[in-house]
């Protein structure tokens, strides 16, 4: 087993929570966007010639 | 003068409906061909074709519509009953095949396919090694050879001819996003099969942070119109006027 994938590196319990709760704190406030949302649409836009 | 619009990876979900429609309700009046360039759908969900669909009639779109389906339409694995949705809302899906639209006077033919990654030259995947590499690669060459005879089908029944996918042909479609997926979002397997084949412009999605613009290594025309880089609802391209064709002379002496 290689060292990457090893149970001794991966987050305990207890330190997932403190992840979230300090990404919790960083992101309070802010939207958070999923992006692949569509976007508004805009119709106007020039006609590029494929001539 | 003959108009086409081309839009691609509009992702509609349960959460866009009417975005896409509100886009498009003067499209009839500004062009003669929609292009949809695949991932239309955000997980390949039938009920997700069904508001495709919905969208394309509440826009009251009646020109003529040719997709190919992206690799979020492959997701659920239900690409059958995808298409078969989007079929019976008047959409041509190309899968490796072509088709002929009569419009503005001339005869336009359109040569698709999805696509799949590979890479480019010089930094491109090789059908060496392990059963699951080889399959990746040779995903790909399926993917260019249908493209590559759908080409060579359609051209003598059409005065333009426009090839269509998801995944992008050239790396200049590509600028903006991280070099390290390149391979992920196209192949120059593709390019090659246009370029021997021959075609007037390509149109592609799938890159949603690469550019508008590029050209394959033999001078054809590359467009990457995913709704994120084209910023509106479809872009317009002009093909001109059909050419004046002349039935050759017969030998005389």
């Known amino acids: ?51 | 003068m003959t108009r086409i619009a081309a839009v691609a990876d509009i992702h509609v979900g349960a959460d866009s409906v009417g975005r896409v429609a509100a886009g498009m309700r003067h499209l009839n009046e500004r062009a003669d061909l929609l292009l949809l360039g695949g991932d239309l759908t955000r997980c390949g969900e039938p009920i997700e074709a069904e508001l495709v669909a919905r969208e394309l009639a509440d826009a009251g779109v009646d020109i003529p519509i040719v997709a190919v389906l992206g690799n979020h339409d492959h997701h659920a694995g239900r690409t059958a009953e995808v298409v078969g949705i989007l079929g019976d809302a008047g959409v041509v899906v190309l899968d490796g095949s072509a088709t002929t639209v009569g419009v503005g006077g001339m005869t336009v033919g359109i040569a698709g396919t999805k696509g799949f990654g590979g890479g480019f030259a010089g930094a491109n995947a090789t059908a060496f090694g392990e059963p699951a590499m080889k399959a990746f690669v040779n995903e790909t060459r399926r993917e260019a050879a249908g493209l590559h005879d759908a080409l060579v089908a359609v051209r003598p029944r059409a005065d333009r001819v426009i090839a269509l996918l998801h995944y992008a042909p050239v790396p200049e479609t590509l600028r903006g996003e991280r070099l390290e997926i390149y391979p992920f979002l196209g192949s120059h397997l593709l390019a090659e099969a246009i370029d021997t084949a021959g075609a007037d412009v390509v149109v592609h999605g799938h890159a949603h942070n690469g550019s508008e613009r590029g050209v394959t290594p033999g001078g054809i025309r590359v467009r990457n119109v995913p709704q994120p880089v084209i910023q509106r609802a479809y872009r317009i391209y002009d093909l001109g006027e059909p050419t004046v064709r002349e039935a050759p002379v017969a030998a005389t002496g």
């Open chain 1, 1 to 51: 087993m290689t060292a990457w994938c090893s149970p001794a590196t991966a987050a305990t319990p207890a330190q997932r929570a403190a992840i979230v709760e300090v990404v919790d704190e960083l992101t309070g406030g802010y939207e958070v966007v999923n992006e692949m949302a569509v976007l508004s649409a805009d119709e106007d836009g020039p006609v590029e010639e494929l001539t």
